[in-house]
């Protein structure tokens, strides 16, 4: 697959993630915010925003291989752990559940972005037309039509 514009905006989200926590760090009187729940906040917001820009529909197919399975399973694990984080910082003001959320967060973000650039293409629906009892009506309808009787 190749990376989506979706890709690139929670990548521009991602950066102010990057740079609040940055400025977090380095001066925690920063003029973004000015302490620890309202960066967890913020990042948690922004954060969020970059999770619903990614793409899921592709991930569940009827079958999936075991490095899709792997995959669902790596970053569920960083979506748990990076709620946690957030509501763990957001009710005791720890700097640590802070950066344990900015380290899961950009660890989606990675995970998301290198899966859509090497992952293989869906196969469309032009690829992968529906299987069922009718196929063949569909697929050749000149064929297959249905004919009336003869009417009186």
């Known amino acids: 697959m190749r990376p989506t514009r979706t890709d690139l905006f929670a990548t521009l989200l991602v950066a102010a993630i990057i740079g609040i926590y ?3 760090v ?6 973004v915010v000015s302490d620890t729940r309202a960066t967890t906040s913020l990042v948690l917001v922004l954060g969020a925003a970059a999770c619903a820009l990614g793409q899921t529909d592709d991930l569940f197919p009827r079958n999936h291989h075991r490095a899709t399975a792997l995959y669902v399973l790596w970053t569920s694990v960083l979506g748990i752990t990076a709620l946690g984080a957030a509501v763990i910082g957001t009710v005791s003001d ?3 559940a802070l950066t344990v959320l900015f380290g899961a967060t950009v660890l989606l973000w990675a995970s998301a972005t290198l899966r ?3 992952a293989a293409e869906p196969a469309g ?3 992968r037309p ?3 009892p009718r196929t063949h009506e569909v697929i ?3 064929t297959h039509s249905v ?3 003869p009417t009186r």
């Not at 380095?26 to 003029?31: A, D, I, L, Y």
């Open 94 to 96: 720890s700097a640590a």
């Open 116 to 118: 859509h650039a090497y």
């Open 22 to 24: 940055t400025v977090y």
């Open 140 to 142: 050749e309808p000149e």
């Open 147 to 149: 004919t009336k009787g």
């Open 26 to 31: 380095r001066h925690t009187t920063g003029w």
């Open 130 to 132: 529906e299987r069922g």
């Open 125 to 127: 629906p032009a690829q």
